[in-house]
């Protein structure tokens, strides 16, 4: 509960610090997320043309996979994942952004799965019998997390950590923290 109100309180002193105005047509900022409620493309364009008419934060939601090996060797994004970050970064321009990262799987009890080049795959050695506090793991996902804040131009990150209770139960922690830098 307390991250949740200091997550709050820091996304709240973000918007009201930042040089980001009132709409014209109304006293409050409105935050949406680039996920469409239909993978049909009549759906995908509304979902655009709406991000861009009425969002003033937008929440991007990194819980597809991870690019381990990628990450951890530096390398950039490819493929599927590099066209969905352009995409991204295309619906959040002039708009300040949160980005949420996890490097854990839905269960919340193993590792991500492998987002390569060729799209999301299942976990390739060694990272399928690699624990989530592995340091490999956590630096391939400390190098993901910068890659995509600097890619999507990120005001305020949300991390689902690497600790032996998120890989030994079916809760992670959250944290929200802000970065110097604004969208």
Same mark, same amino acid.
């Given at each position: 509960?307390? !991250? ?15 040089? *980001? ?22 759906? !995908?364009? &509304? ?5 861009? @008419? ?20 530096? @390398?950039?994004? /490819? ?29 919340? /009890?193993?590792?991500?799965? &492998? ?14 019998? /690699?624990? +989530?506090?592995?340091?490999? +793991? ?5 190098? &993901? ?6 890619? !999507? ?6 991390? @689902?950590? *690497? ?7 079916? @809760? ?12």
């Amino acid at each position: 509960m307390l !991250l949740r109100l200091i997550a709050i309180g820091t996304l709240g002193w973000i918007v009201w610090s930042s040089a *980001l105005a009132l709409p014209s047509k109304r006293a409050f900022w409105i935050g949406l997320t680039p996920f469409p409620h239909n993978t049909m493309q009549h759906a !995908l364009d &509304y979902n655009r043309v709406r991000l861009r @008419q009425d969002g003033d934060l937008i929440a991007h939601h990194l819980d597809k996979g991870v690019p381990w090996a990628e990450a951890l060797a530096g @390398q950039p994004v /490819s493929g599927e994942l590099a066209d969905g970050w352009a995409y991204r970064k295309a619906v959040a321009e002039n708009r300040i952004t949160l980005t949420s990262i996890t490097p854990i799987d839905i269960s919340r /009890s193993e590792m991500a799965s &492998y987002f390569s080049p060729d799209g999301v795959l299942p976990l390739p050695e060694p990272w399928m019998h /690699s624990p +989530a506090t592995n340091p490999a +793991a956590s630096m391939a996902a400390g190098c &993901y997390s910068l890659s995509s804040r600097c890619m !999507l131009r990120t005001a305020l990150i949300g991390e @689902q950590i *690497l600790n032996n209770d998120t890989a030994n139960s079916d @809760q992670g922690i959250t944290i929200g923290a802000p970065l110097l830098s604004k969208a």
